[in-house]
């Protein structure tokens, strides 16, 4: 790969890209929250249920 080509598509993609305003940051902000917490949820109750089978055997 050639490095000056690297560099220029690098400088070409920083000239294109926008700061996100507010409204899109705080939807960005909702969902990576609310993915966070479904993945803890299923975790939870994935070591919750396995938790009471091993008291119960």
Not at 2 to 12: E, I, R
Not at 19 to 44: A, E, N, P, W
Request: positive net charge; hydrophobic residues 40%; glycine residues 10%.
């Amino acid at each position: 790969m050639n490095p000056k080509q690297t560099l220029k598509n690098m400088v070409n993609t920083m000239k294109i890209t926008r700061k996100s305003d507010k409204d899109d940051y705080m939807q960005h902000l909702r969902l990576v929250l609310l993915g966070i917490g479904g993945v803890g949820t299923i975790g939870f109750i994935i070591q919750f249920v396995f938790s009471v089978f091993t008291l119960e055997g």
